[in-house]
């Protein structure tokens, strides 16, 4: 089975505090995926990787940075945490074959205060 | 992207048979279709993935009908841990281009089961 772990389940920061949430998966996937989880909005994609130290922006990039540089690991970070960042965010993977299905961690909610 | 349409919620009872409807007027020659499923608090879960025709596996079935605008999950006998948002999804993640990684997420279909 296809795993993908997010580091942390729970967390809670500070406003203007930098945070990291790191993903790793087992599957040697080359695409890998920031979404974040609002009540209403659906997920959105913040940011995703298609290769070691490869990133696109996805349609909410604003207020992130990403990192990979592993095959098998993805950080999302948040230079300078905010209140509407609150939320929770997911971590997915896929392989690169026509058709690959994206694979979600179990998510990190993230609570700014 | 291809846009998705479900319908926001359904009710069930255990032990049935439960369909939900997917419309993608939209979508392209490339696109697969896959479903996924999701409890509270977790990330969304596979269940099932076609292109045309039918695909089954041990949890689900999928129908695609010949000109694909639409598709349909089919959830054998349910059970009250079925109860869960619902999603459909439109798009190739190797569509190249721009495309890539871009697929949207709709709303989803409440499914709700109950005794």
């Known amino acids: 089975d296809v795993k993908v772990t997010q580091s942390s389940r729970y967390l809670v920061k500070r406003t203007g505090e930098k945070v990291f949430l790191e993903c790793v998966q087992d599957m040697d996937h080359e695409n890998m995926f920031w979404y974040r989880q609002d009540p209403g909005l659906g997920l959105r994609l913040i940011y995703f990787s298609y290769d070691v130290k490869m990133k696109e922006k996805g349609d909410i990039p604003e207020g992130y940075s990403v990192s990979r540089e592993k095959k098998e690991r993805f950080s999302l970070i948040l230079e300078s945490a905010s209140t509407n960042q609150t939320s929770m965010y997911l971590c997915?993977?896929?392989?690169w074959g026509a058709g690959d299905t994206i694979y979600f961690g179990e998510g990190s909610w993230l609570t700014v205060v | 992207l291809a846009k998705t349409t479900q319908p926001i919620s359904m009710d069930s009872y255990e032990g049935q048979e439960v369909n939900i409807t997917c419309s993608h007027n939209n979508i392209a020659t490339n696109d697969y279709i896959t479903w996924y499923q999701q409890f509270p608090s977790q990330g969304p879960r596979f269940i099932i993935q076609?292109?045309?025709t039918k695909v089954t596996n041990e949890v689900a079935s999928l129908f695609i009908p010949a000109d694909r605008k639409s598709s349909t999950l089919s959830l054998p006998r349910v059970s009250l841990s079925d109860t869960a948002v619902y999603y459909c999804?439109?798009?190739?993640?190797?569509?190249?281009?721009?495309?890539?990684?871009?697929?949207?997420f709709g709303q989803g279909t409440i499914l709700t089961v109950h005794p």
């Open positions: 997915a993977s896929s392989g």
């Open positions: 999804l439109v798009g190739d993640i190797n569509a190249g281009g721009t495309s890539y990684g871009k697929l949207t």
């Open positions: 076609g292109y045309k």
